[in-house]
């Protein structure tokens, strides 16, 4: 009975997790200046100050010097990190135009508040 317990609780919690991931890459699509043709990236991140560097670098170079052409954005969604993740990925989205840093919370906010109308109009 326990392992029924156990197992709904986090088929539940998954489930959440996917409606919130999905309600996110939905708002990216179609509240910013998002072109529809081609892939966007999305990563998230929390306190990976150590390998977050190395990581995006070599994401950008199969971007850009690569064969991922197709490949139009890297959409990096920090979810809350305490260490210098954000940062250092703000540096990288100054020198890189395919990267976007998006604040999860502040993500996750303007979804919760947009209603059908907003979404119609953008």
Do not use: H, P
Request: hydrophobic share 40%; proline share 0%.
């Amino acid at each position: 009975m326990l392992d029924f317990i156990t197992n709904g609780i986090i088929w539940t919690l998954a489930l959440y997790g996917l409606i919130e991931i999905i309600k996110t890459i939905y708002y990216i699509c179609t509240c910013t200046n998002l072109e529809s043709d081609g892939i966007y990236f999305i990563v998230a991140v929390k306190n990976q100050e150590e390998k977050i560097e190395g990581f995006m670098r070599s994401i950008l170079f199969r971007i850009l010097y690569g064969k991922e052409e197709c490949v139009k954005n890297v959409i990096v969604a920090d979810l809350g990190s305490t260490d210098k993740t954000k940062e250092i990925v703000e540096k990288l989205e100054q020198d890189y135009k395919v990267i976007n840093l998006v604040d999860w919370k502040t993500c996750k906010e303007l979804i919760d508040s947009m209603d059908k109308k907003q979404i119609k109009k953008t």
